[in-house]
């Protein structure tokens, strides 16, 4: 079955960097679209970062030149790479799928930046 597991969430502070990381399985990875969402108490789940099967990129307007989504096709894994990283980063990061017209979603990672 589908299944997706993130994983690199921390705390790190004020203007430093992650990589956020997403292991798929049960689905041909390169084949389905993908996204990273982050989720707080103060807003709803949003997107932030998208990337088409055709390798095509898509970012929220916080996240545009500072994140970056790429896929590890060895490894079956998307990551997230998020630097210049401010407290309105903070919140649970979830990586969704759409395979075969279903959306699927990880548990999360929560991410904390503050000094």
């Known amino acids: 079955q589908v299944r997706l597991v993130e994983s690199g969430g921390g705390l790190v502070q004020p203007g430093g960097s992650l990589t956020l990381s997403c292991e798929a399985s049960g689905f041909k990875f390169g084949h389905y679209i993908m996204w990273w969402y982050r989720e707080s108490p103060e807003k709803n789940r949003e997107m932030v970062a998208e990337m088409t099967s055709f390798g095509g990129t898509r970012y929220s307007d916080s996240a545009n030149g500072r994140f970056l989504i790429s896929r590890d096709m060895d490894k079956s894994t998307l990551k997230l790479y998020m630097s210049a990283l401010t407290p309105g980063g903070t919140g649970v990061y979830y990586c969704?799928?759409?395979?075969?017209?279903?959306?699927?979603w990880g548990q999360g990672t929560q991410v904390t930046v503050s000094s």
């Open positions: 969704k799928g759409a395979v075969d017209r279903i959306d699927y």
